[in-house]
């Protein structure tokens, strides 16, 4: 995703998002439950900084917004357990136990420190390659 939005900036286009990551430097138990609680395609072929200098953007900064990331998270689980019985009848029980146990998984695994939120912000750059991947590590 990140080379398809490269290739439709002209240089010097700036974009500001945000991701869940997996934390570094965890053994293979945490990285595995990390993965589990995670969204979808959470785990990447290493940290975003680098990614987003190997397709071509100048990394200019980023900030932690794991704190946030709890927060929503919390709102979300209580208000899935909140409205309990209208969410069983709307997406039936199978899926209730099922995402409702995903949203506590991933509660403790923020709380864990194994998945965190980040806000990088990058410009796309003149050349192939930015350079200085490591301000977002």
Request: hydrophobic share 40%; with cysteine; charged share 30%.
């Amino acid at each position: 995703m990140l080379g398809a939005c490269r290739r439709v900036l002209k240089p010097g286009v700036k974009i500001d998002f945000t991701a869940i990551v997996v934390a570094e430097d965890l053994d293979d138990g945490r990285y595995e439950a990390a993965i589990e609680a995670g969204p979808e395609h959470v785990a990447v072929d290493g940290p975003y900084g680098e990614l987003l200098a190997n397709v071509g953007f100048e990394v200019l900064g980023g900030t932690d917004v794991t704190r946030t990331f709890r927060e929503a998270s919390a709102t979300l689980a209580n208000g899935w357990a909140e409205n309990e019985r209208e969410l069983r009848t709307l997406v039936g029980d199978e899926q209730y136990e099922e995402r409702r146990g995903h949203r506590e998984r991933r509660l403790a695994a923020i709380d864990d420190g194994l998945l965190q939120r980040h806000r990088f912000i990058a410009m796309a750059a003149s050349s192939a390659r930015a350079t200085e991947p490591d301000q977002l590590r």
